[in-house]
Nanobody, 116 residues
Framework: QVQLVESGGGLVQAGGSLRLSCAAS????????MGWYRQARGKQRELLAT???????NYADSVKGRFTISRDNAKNTVYLQMNSLKPEDTNIYYC??????????WGPGTQVTVSS
Protein backbone atom coordinates (compact mmCIF):
# COMPACT_ATOMS: atom_id res chain seq x y z
CA GLN A 1 0.00 0.00 0.00
CA VAL A 2 1.24 3.50 -0.86
CA GLN A 3 -0.25 6.66 0.54
CA LEU A 4 0.30 9.89 -1.36
CA VAL A 5 -0.20 13.39 -0.02
CA GLU A 6 -0.12 16.40 -2.34
CA SER A 7 0.61 19.93 -1.22
CA GLY A 8 1.42 23.31 -2.73
CA GLY A 9 -1.83 24.11 -4.47
CA GLY A 10 -3.53 27.45 -4.09
CA LEU A 11 -4.56 30.66 -5.79
CA VAL A 12 -2.18 32.46 -8.13
CA GLN A 13 -2.50 35.17 -10.77
CA ALA A 14 -2.06 34.38 -14.44
CA GLY A 15 1.62 34.32 -15.33
CA GLY A 16 2.58 33.22 -11.85
CA SER A 17 4.14 30.02 -10.55
CA LEU A 18 3.35 27.26 -8.11
CA ARG A 19 5.28 24.20 -6.99
CA LEU A 20 3.33 21.09 -6.12
CA SER A 21 4.79 18.36 -3.94
CA CYS A 22 3.68 14.77 -3.46
CA ALA A 23 5.11 12.71 -0.62
CA ALA A 24 4.84 8.93 -0.75
CA SER A 25 4.54 6.84 2.40
CA UNK A 26 6.62 4.06 0.91
CA UNK A 27 10.13 4.06 -0.41
CA UNK A 28 9.97 5.50 -3.87
CA UNK A 29 12.56 2.98 -5.03
CA UNK A 30 9.75 0.40 -5.07
CA UNK A 31 7.70 2.81 -7.16
CA UNK A 32 8.54 2.75 -10.84
CA UNK A 33 6.85 5.80 -12.27
CA MET A 34 5.37 8.83 -10.55
CA GLY A 35 3.28 11.41 -12.27
CA TRP A 36 0.96 14.35 -12.13
CA TYR A 37 -2.51 14.51 -13.59
CA ARG A 38 -5.36 16.98 -13.44
CA GLN A 39 -9.09 16.66 -13.76
CA ALA A 40 -11.82 19.20 -14.29
CA ARG A 41 -15.34 18.44 -13.14
CA GLY A 42 -17.11 16.22 -15.62
CA LYS A 43 -13.96 15.55 -17.65
CA GLN A 44 -11.45 12.74 -17.89
CA ARG A 45 -8.29 12.85 -15.86
CA GLU A 46 -5.51 14.35 -17.99
CA LEU A 47 -1.89 13.22 -17.86
CA LEU A 48 0.51 16.12 -17.38
CA ALA A 49 3.91 14.64 -16.68
CA THR A 50 5.59 11.44 -15.54
CA UNK A 51 9.04 10.57 -14.25
CA UNK A 52 10.70 7.19 -13.82
CA UNK A 53 13.00 6.10 -11.02
CA UNK A 54 15.89 6.78 -13.35
CA UNK A 55 14.69 10.31 -14.05
CA UNK A 56 13.28 9.89 -17.54
CA UNK A 57 10.45 12.39 -18.03
CA ASN A 58 7.45 12.69 -20.28
CA TYR A 59 5.16 15.71 -20.72
CA ALA A 60 1.80 16.46 -22.25
CA ASP A 61 1.99 18.97 -25.08
CA SER A 62 -0.28 21.32 -23.14
CA VAL A 63 2.33 21.84 -20.41
CA LYS A 64 5.62 21.21 -22.21
CA GLY A 65 7.97 24.12 -21.63
CA ARG A 66 5.93 25.48 -18.71
CA PHE A 67 5.83 22.61 -16.22
CA THR A 68 8.79 20.62 -14.90
CA ILE A 69 8.53 17.33 -13.02
CA SER A 70 11.29 16.21 -10.69
CA ARG A 71 11.77 13.50 -8.13
CA ASP A 72 13.77 13.08 -4.93
CA ASN A 73 13.98 9.35 -4.28
CA ALA A 74 15.66 9.89 -0.90
CA LYS A 75 12.66 11.93 0.26
CA ASN A 76 10.08 9.75 -1.52
CA THR A 77 8.76 12.93 -3.11
CA VAL A 78 7.84 14.09 -6.58
CA TYR A 79 7.46 17.74 -7.54
CA LEU A 80 5.73 19.69 -10.27
CA GLN A 81 7.07 23.18 -10.91
CA MET A 82 4.41 25.13 -12.79
CA ASN A 83 5.39 28.40 -14.46
CA SER A 84 3.53 30.83 -16.71
CA LEU A 85 0.23 29.63 -15.32
CA LYS A 86 -2.94 30.33 -17.28
CA PRO A 87 -6.57 30.49 -16.14
CA GLU A 88 -7.21 27.28 -18.07
CA ASP A 89 -4.73 25.51 -15.77
CA THR A 90 -7.30 25.85 -12.98
CA ASN A 91 -8.04 22.30 -11.90
CA ILE A 92 -7.61 19.68 -9.24
CA TYR A 93 -4.12 18.19 -9.54
CA TYR A 94 -3.46 14.57 -8.59
CA CYS A 95 -0.27 12.67 -7.89
CA UNK A 96 0.09 9.10 -9.13
CA UNK A 97 2.52 6.35 -8.16
CA UNK A 98 2.96 3.12 -10.09
CA UNK A 99 4.45 0.01 -8.51
CA UNK A 100 3.36 -2.30 -11.31
CA UNK A 101 0.73 -2.40 -14.06
CA UNK A 102 -1.89 -3.62 -11.59
CA UNK A 103 -0.63 -1.77 -8.53
CA UNK A 104 -0.92 1.99 -8.63
CA UNK A 105 -2.10 4.73 -6.31
CA TRP A 106 -3.60 8.21 -6.33
CA GLY A 107 -3.35 11.10 -3.93
CA PRO A 108 -6.50 12.96 -2.79
CA GLY A 109 -5.74 15.95 -5.04
CA THR A 110 -4.86 19.58 -4.52
CA GLN A 111 -6.73 22.54 -5.98
CA VAL A 112 -4.93 24.99 -8.24
CA THR A 113 -6.76 28.18 -9.18
CA VAL A 114 -5.33 30.69 -11.63
CA SER A 115 -7.04 34.07 -11.75
CA SER A 116 -7.02 36.26 -14.85
Amino acid sequence: QVQLVESGGGLVQAGGSLRLSCAASRSSFSITTMGWYRQARGKQRELLATITTGGRTNYADSVKGRFTISRDNAKNTVYLQMNSLKPEDTNIYYCNAVVSDLDYYWGPGTQVTVSS
